[in-house]
């Protein structure tokens, strides 16, 4: 974990699809998972506003969706890449569209449009890519938001059932004590959950707290053409996704653009000489990947636990506690046979299968999650906890089910309609 100004959304693909109407009600329709405690009328108006403070590009229209009012950037092209992909969806009959992207398509926000450049999950050098620094930041520090960087908050202090502040150690290694009214925590699914474990804010010890992880389970299929495309050149999140099969099967079938040059060769294994020419020949600019997304379902024994050591910034260490559920595995099977035949479909001659992709925990949702009962979720629908009603959670630990599309957008509505309840509880 890394901590910084704009938070994971500095290395973000900066793709922000919506969840389904049908992922907030998945108890209601499937008999498995949760419901969430609101609906997605009630968070679309929210899902608009932060599309408008992102900027982002994106073709209207798209039948998987309901029709969304927030104006959009005009699409970022989706290249001879895209181009293929749709070949393949197109021959199968299967839905595809262009995706949302946080990405400059023209200039706005006083910001230049991408430059093709790549690779975005260092980070953008010309700030093409929308992220919350930019989006946000700089219209909160106008109205006099005190930033505070550099500081590790270790404990909020529960006194009498309310949170009076906020113990943390300031740049210098001082610890220090901020009184508050309010506390907001926005971790994301570890970060969260290691604060207020660490600070004891449960009354239930073995409470919903910290239980409930979800990630999103990825697997890749990647196709290899005689004919060149321009997979390194545009945003890395930014092409054409599938989803065919989303409302049955709870897959998206994604296109990604092919990373760098070393990227490819590393990932060529141990090869030398003649042969690893050949296969950066074959492959650099000549592959197309599939990535197979999958809903990850609430299990209260997948979870995040504390150790007893304690790390270098003063809290106590994390323990993850997850294993890949039977049903992920058969999604992501089910995924890789319909990623394998559309890249058939679209002209692929060899097609490589990554059926569990290393290194893709990048969603950390669930631990504490949103509901009616404290029994079995920590915060209302407003993000404040049940049991300290003036500690409000906004960020994706609050999801009560995971969907099978990035949660950045949902993430960025959830915190808007956080802080409007804010706004209200302040006022009142």
Known sequence: MWNGVGGSTITWAAHVP?????????????????DWPFSYQDLEPYYDLNDIALGVAGLAGDPAYPPK??????????????????????????????????VNSGPHGGRPPCSNAGPCLLGCPIRAKSSA????????????VDLRT???????????????????????????????????????????????????????PDGPLGRYLMFHPVAYARGMFHEELDGPSGPVGACVYSHEFYETQHIQLQITRENSLLAQALRLGPVWGAAA???????????????????????????????????????PGVRIEYALSENARRILDFGLDRAEEMLRAAGAYRVVRVPLAPL?????????????DPATSVTDARGRLHDVPNIVVADGSLFPTAGAVNPGATIGALALRIADGVAEDLAS
């Open 360 to 372: 893709t925990g990048w969603h950390l949702l669930g631990t504490a999650r949103m509901g009616i």
């Open 133 to 144: 620094d930019l989006a946000y930041w700089p219209a909160a520090l106008w109205r006099g």
């Open 69 to 102: 009012r927030s104006p959009r950037l005009p699409p970022l092209p989706i290249g001879r890449m895209g181009r293929t992909a749709a070949r393949g969806f197109d021959a199968l009959g299967w839905h595809w569209w262009p995706v949302d992207a946080a």
């Open 150 to 204: 550099g500081c590790i908050a270790q404990e909020i202090v529960v006194r009498g059932g309310r949170a009076a502040a906020v113990v943390y150690r300031d740049p210098a290694g001082v610890t220090q004590e901020q009184p508050a009214d309010l506390v907001v925590v926005a971790g994301n699914g570890v970060g969260t959950a290691r604060l207020l474990l660490a600070s004891k804010v449960a009354r239930d």
């Open 277 to 315: 020419h050949r296969l950066v020949r074959e492959e650099f600019r000549h592959s197309l990947s599939v990535m197979v997304v999958a809903e990850d379902l609430p299990e209260p024994a997948q979870r995040v636990t504390l150790t007893r050591a304690t790390e270098a910034d003063g809290l």
């Open 18 to 34: 919506r969840l389904h109407p049908s992922d907030l009600h998945r108890r209601t329709l499937d008999g498995v998972g949760d």
